[in-house]
C-alpha cells in the first residue's frame, strides 16, 4: 500500500486520503456506515450489501527462525509442520483463520504458542523461537532480516484472496472510482511479478 499510495498522491496531489487499519470485521462496518469509501481486505469476508472485486491471490509463506532444522530441507510438507508451535495473529485478524482453515485441510489443527496484533511481531516471535508461522508472499518479500527464512510448502500450498471491497449503494466520488481503477492496474502489475 505504501508504493501505491505514494503513485495515488503524484497523480492526485489534492487528494486527501485518509487510511485506516484495523480488523477486517472494523473496517467492513465503517464501509457499510459509510464512514470508509474503499477497503483493501483478504477474502472471505461477511458483510452485508458490499460489493467486491478480487484484485490477487497471494501465497502465505512457512516462516521461522534461519537456524530452524526445517531451513536447511528441500521440501517441507504440511506434516513436517504439524507439531511445531505457531504464533499467529489475533483471532480477529482474518489471517488467522487463513492459517487454521489451511492446517484443518490437513489434519491437523496449529499448537498455538503465541497471538499478537501485528504481522512484524509474528515474524520477530518465530525469529527468536522453534515456532512457526505463515506469513503472506508480499511481507516475506518485504523482511530484510536474516533472522528468519521463508519456505513455500510442497503440494497444495496455503493462499489468501485479496480484494476491494465498496459499498454499491452510497455515492462514489470519481476520485474514489479512480483510486479503484489504479488498485486494479496494480494488482495485475504485482500478479505478474
Same mark, same amino acid.
Given at each position: 500500500?505504501?508504493? =501505491?499510495?505514494?503513485?495515488?498522491?503524484?497523480?492526485? $496531489?489534492?487528494? %486527501?486520503?485518509? !487510511? *485506516?487499519?484495523?480488523?477486517?470485521?472494523?473496517?467492513?462496518?465503517?464501509? @457499510?456506515?459509510?464512514?470508509?469509501?474503499?477497503?483493501?481486505?483478504?477474502?472471505?469476508?461477511?458483510?452485508? *450489501?458490499?460489493?467486491? #472485486?478480487? +484484485?490477487? #491471490?497471494?501465497? !502465505? !509463506?512457512?516462516?521461522?527462525?534461519? %537456524? *530452524?532444522?526445517?531451513?536447511?530441507?528441500? &521440501?517441507?510438507?504440511? @506434516?513436517?509442520?504439524?507439531? +511445531?508451535? =505457531?504464533?499467529? !495473529? %489475533? #483471532?480477529? *485478524?482474518?489471517?488467522?483463520?487463513?492459517? @487454521?482453515?489451511?492446517?484443518?485441510? /490437513?489434519? =491437523? &489443527?496449529?499448537?498455538?504458542?503465541?497471538?499478537? %496484533?501485528?504481522?512484524?511481531?509474528?515474524?520477530? +516471535?518465530?525469529?527468536?523461537?522453534?515456532?512457526?508461522?505463515?506469513? $503472506?508472499?508480499?511481507?516475506?518479500?518485504?523482511?530484510?532480516?536474516?533472522? /528468519?527464512?521463508?519456505?513455500?510448502?510442497?503440494?497444495?500450498? $496455503?493462499?489468501?484472496?485479496?480484494?476491494?471491497?465498496?459499498?454499491?449503494?452510497?455515492?462514489?466520488?470519481?476520485?474514489?472510482?479512480?483510486?479503484?481503477?489504479?488498485?486494479?492496474? #496494480?494488482?495485475?502489475? =504485482?500478479?505478474?511479478?
Amino acid at each position: 500500500m505504501p508504493t =501505491f499510495l505514494k503513485r495515488f498522491a503524484k497523480r492526485f $496531489p489534492k487528494a %486527501n486520503v485518509e !487510511l *485506516h487499519e484495523d480488523t477486517t470485521q472494523n473496517l467492513l462496518a465503517g464501509c @457499510s456506515q459509510g464512514e470508509i469509501d474503499l477497503l483493501v481486505v483478504a477474502l472471505p469476508i461477511v458483510g452485508k *450489501h458490499l460489493a467486491a #472485486e478480487t +484484485l490477487f #491471490e497471494e501465497e !502465505l !509463506l512457512l516462516v521461522l527462525a534461519a %537456524n *530452524h532444522p526445517l531451513g536447511n530441507k528441500k &521440501q517441507i510438507r504440511a @506434516s513436517d509442520i504439524e507439531s +511445531l508451535p =505457531f504464533v499467529v !495473529l %489475533n #483471532e480477529a *485478524h482474518c489471517l488467522s483463520d487463513t492459517i @487454521s482453515t489451511y492446517c484443518r485441510g /490437513r489434519s =491437523f &489443527q496449529p499448537v498455538t504458542v503465541g497471538r499478537t %496484533n501485528q504481522l512484524s511481531m509474528v515474524q520477530e +516471535l518465530v525469529a527468536i523461537s522453534d515456532s512457526v508461522s505463515f506469513v $503472506p508472499e508480499m511481507a516475506a518479500k518485504l523482511d530484510k532480516s536474516r533472522a /528468519r527464512v521463508y519456505r513455500s510448502i510442497a503440494g497444495s500450498k $496455503p493462499t489468501r484472496t485479496v480484494a476491494m471491497i465498496w459499498d454499491p449503494y452510497r455515492f462514489q466520488s470519481r476520485l474514489v472510482q479512480s483510486m479503484r481503477e489504479m488498485l486494479l492496474d #496494480e494488482a495485475e502489475a =504485482f500478479s505478474k511479478g
